[in-house]
């Protein structure tokens, strides 16, 4: 009798360890990520799911929001990078702007920035440097190079204002002191509100999905100890609102804006070469998409292929469906989405990627407090004309394209459509990766 209770007690150990359920697929067959893996590491993804969810809702509460919207306490480490991001597009030209200001590098010493802007009137200009002297003005509010982000309000309101030159077009690093310069005088102030709540990565995503991303990895003891260590000092978060004010060129009049825009700000030991290609989707819509009997208006989704990366995932994906603040709308997270893997790239003759005309994306998602909710599908196409932005960070180790096309946003059970503008961001490493100098995410 001992010895059929440990033949069966094995037995099922081995199916709990061997055994992975059926993939969840989208309505054309394909397999949707986070895959996961076994049952068994499925349920051990889902408890470090749920003790990573508690951790980041502890961090995001301990701090004061001033606290958490300035710069944090830097690491000695030489892929250490705080990042505060803005990404906004007006509806009725679909011009846009996009900056970043960070502070990377051992103790954080170092600055790259950049200011991109994608005008109907005047082409696509851009300001586009590394290795600059981290520098702060007397409120602490990030800048460089005459770019300033000045925190007016925690957690709600921005002010982005620059005064000076920048180049016309979007050149590459390596070419920007060889190639002749047209340069142009830019004057921008604008004002960041936000309409959205705030979106904190791993506090608010679903369990299923977080847990899912780790346990369909293969597991070893560098991956757990790269799990626990990442429980400190590190965050991210996003939102979404309105980006209002003015952008001047050459003296000439200035033009007015109310751009959709999506704001980043975020902070952990991670380097852009470590990944093979990313693609990240940041949407407003024109007309609300109405999901579980509530309005949204924003969405995001994210995926990411570092399928060599030597200190954590190979493959992450996350996104969110967002509705306007003070509504009482739940906010929606991901299930599952596309695979990173089964987006195309085109190969140019010297190597360098660069993305497809067109896009088609889907994403999964539910209220991040109702796990028993069966989750919405929702459609993103994205194609036609193509309005592109560029930058390469570490120092031409990674391309980043800012795609602006016409959006497409469709719930799959009702099939209804809705006109949606933004950006399709994007990035290809340039060459190939090497863990001993390239670092990992």
Known sequence: ????????????LYALCSYSPKPIRDDCGNILDPVGGSVLKNGIGMLMAVIAKYRERSSSREHTDEAIERFHATE????????????????????????????????????????????????????????VDADVDQYGNPRALGLVYECLEPMKRWRIKYTGKMKRGCVHPQESNTCKQDLVDVKVDMLYSRETPVFWYMRDDTPECLGKNLSQEPWGLQFLQVCLKRSKNHGHYEDYGRLCGTIRVNNDTPIEYDMGTFRDHSWDIRSWKCMESLLIVLVTLEQPLILFGHEYWYLDLTLVSMPGNSSGVARYSTGYVLPKDGTGAPTLALTTA?????????????????????????????????????????????????????????????????????????EVTTGKSLNAYGTRQSGHRVGTYDPTVDGGC
């Open 76 to 131: 000695d480490h030489k892929f250490f990078n705080e990042s505060y991001y803005f990404n906004g597009s007006d509806l009725k030209t679909k011009d846009r702007i996009i900056s970043r200001i960070s502070h990377r590098g051992r103790g954080g010493a170092k600055s790259y920035v950049f200011l991109l802007l994608d005008l109907e009137r005047y082409g696509q200009l851009s300001l586009e440097q590394d290795h």
């Open 1 to 12: 009798m001992l010895l059929l209770l440990l033949l069966v007690s094995c037995g099922g």
């Open 338 to 410: 596309t695979s990173v893997n089964d987006i195309p790239w085109k190969t140019r003759e010297d190597g360098v990627h660069e993305p497809m005309p067109k896009t088609q994306v889907v994403m999964n998602v539910r209220p991040n407090d109702n796990a028993n909710a069966k989750p919405a599908s929702i459609r993103i196409n994205m194609n036609g004309p193509i309005r592109r932005l560029m930058y390469w960070p570490d120092d031409g180790g990674f391309v980043v394209y800012e795609d602006s096309m016409d959006i497409t946003v469709t």
